[in-house]
């Protein structure tokens, strides 16, 4: 009788070996954490990746809540993470067992028409864009499958700790690529909206570009605190109050540049009433719920605006950044938990409590 090599190690060493603990998308609603079977190579170009360090994104959330209709119930979630290569295919080039990687949010074959130009998130691959974690298997595991590793997998410099690359594929890329598609100057004031975990990676990046005035609104006062008490450079405001303080603290009736990131009911409307005349919107908050764009009332203000996903495809220059001392995102950790306690993790999370900013996930 043929005996597979995989179900002859099976046999051989037993099942703890092929299966490990993965928090997974079961219902609207409801995520658990479950025993499922390791990943294994499927295509040439994969990789598996032994997750070290990982953590929990808001659009996890809007997954349980329903708000991202393409997640496929049974997946594992999540799509922040470092690890550990263990396994490649026979097509992969740029990584090798044994790497430290940042593992992409985004999955992208590097080779359609958008890939080319930059705009990994919207690659027309089968498997392209915003897959780990939503409609296959993600990161808040013990072990990752990342299709296309050679374009999904940076290698973290000698040096870099796990919990300095821990955000560097997703919301630090995010925040990366919302300034570099802002256009900041030295001349700007810039308007960020949300000092969440994604806004202080946006403020980060922003800073980079040593504009004359930052200025971030935030409605929660343990977040107000957290950017004045690390920040102080930072002016910080309301929502209530944020299109006064704009007009105050600005050269021409508004911010130059404002960057939406915080996703709330009447967020994006703050985002264009707060900027001047002629000045660049960009949008990365991802919403519950459908956005008006109410042009009567906007016209004359001649707005540029630019929305979208993020394009991931800055990893390797963060990295270096970070290399240098010039982005560091550890003081977003206030909280860790184990695998095992994964379900505490996003109690605390969801509910904002204890000062929480972004939760490390440990598998060591």
Known sequence: MFVSALAFRYLCTGKERFVMKAYTYVEHGRFELREKPRPQLIDPRDAIVRVTLGSICTSDLHIKHGSVPRAVPGITVGHEMVGVVEEVGEGVTTVAPGDRVVVNVETFCGKCFFCQQGYV????????GWALGCR???????YVRVPYADCGLTPIPTGVSDEQALFVGDILATGFWATRISEVSADDTVLIIGAGPTGICTLLCVLLKHPRRVIVC?????RQRFVREHYPQVLVTGPNECAPFVQAHSDHGGADVVVEVAGGDDTFRLAWECARPNA???V?????????????DMYGKNLTFKTGGVDGCDCAEILLLIADGK???TPLITHRFALSDIDEAYRLFESRRDGVIKVAIENR
Not at 136 to 142: T, V
Not at 218 to 222: A, F, G, H, L, R
Not at 284 to 296: C, E, F, I, M, S
Request: hydrophobic share 30%.
């Open 327 to 329: 982005i560091d995102t």
């Open 121 to 128: 998130n919207n690659c027309t691959d089968q498997q392209g």
């Open 136 to 142: 296959i298997d993600g990161g808040q595991a013990e």
């Open 280 to 282: 660049i919107v960009t």
């Open 218 to 222: 935030e409605k929660s006062p343990e």
């Open 284 to 296: 990365v908050a991802l919403y519950d719920k459908p956005q008006v764009l109410p042009l009567p």
